[in-house]
């Protein structure tokens, strides 16, 4: 629920800064801004031995969890760039914190340019992903909430560990 709220009020308050928000197509790129700089952040402050954390065995590893996020990022944003996945398998193949760090922002950084190309005339060109055809910004729009859901099972293994996640630090004065 925290998140919830601390996305509404950052939506807010980007909405009055940030001409790009007149916009329907500028939404979805706010977004995946914010939590790819929050997940990017979460992945910088576990120390290293604790990626392999799980509160639970039947649930994925900090780690593992980043992994899957980049290779979603790729998934979706390769659809949406009409191109084949450049990077598939992240989480089966990175487990040490300097390998899916690098491949968290190789992933986010793949996605920019899809994210900075849609506009409101192309959000409704339809690509095919996971065998549908589907608007690209119906894609770009699950590909951000898809991290704000992981970036919520990060910020509860971070606060299981006493560390403070991204979203939850002081602001600078």
Request: hydrophobic share 35%.
């Amino acid at each position: 629920m925290k998140l919830l709220g601390t996305l509404m009020i950052l939506t807010c308050a980007m909405q009055a800064q940030s001409p790009d928000l007149k916009s329907a197509s500028g939404y979805p790129r706010m977004v995946q801004k914010q939590v790819t700089a929050w997940i990017e952040r979460a992945a910088e402050k576990m120390p290293d031995e604790q990626f392999a954390f799980k509160p639970d065995p039947a649930v994925r590893s900090f780690g593992q969890i980043l992994g899957h996020v980049a290779d979603a990022n790729y998934s979706f944003c390769s659809a949406v760039r009409g191109e084949s996945n450049p990077s598939p398998g992240i989480e089966k193949t990175k487990t040490t914190k300097a390998e899916l760090t690098v491949a968290l922002r190789d992933a986010f950084a793949y996605c920019n340019p899809a994210y900075g190309a849609l506009t409101d005339a192309s959000a409704s060109e339809t690509v095919k992903a996971y065998g549908q055809e589907r608007n690209k910004l119906g894609v770009l729009w699950f590909n951000a909430s898809h991290n704000l859901e992981h970036y919520g099972n990060l910020v509860t293994y971070m606060r299981i560990k006493g560390i403070v996640p991204p979203s939850s630090e002081p602001k600078p004065q």
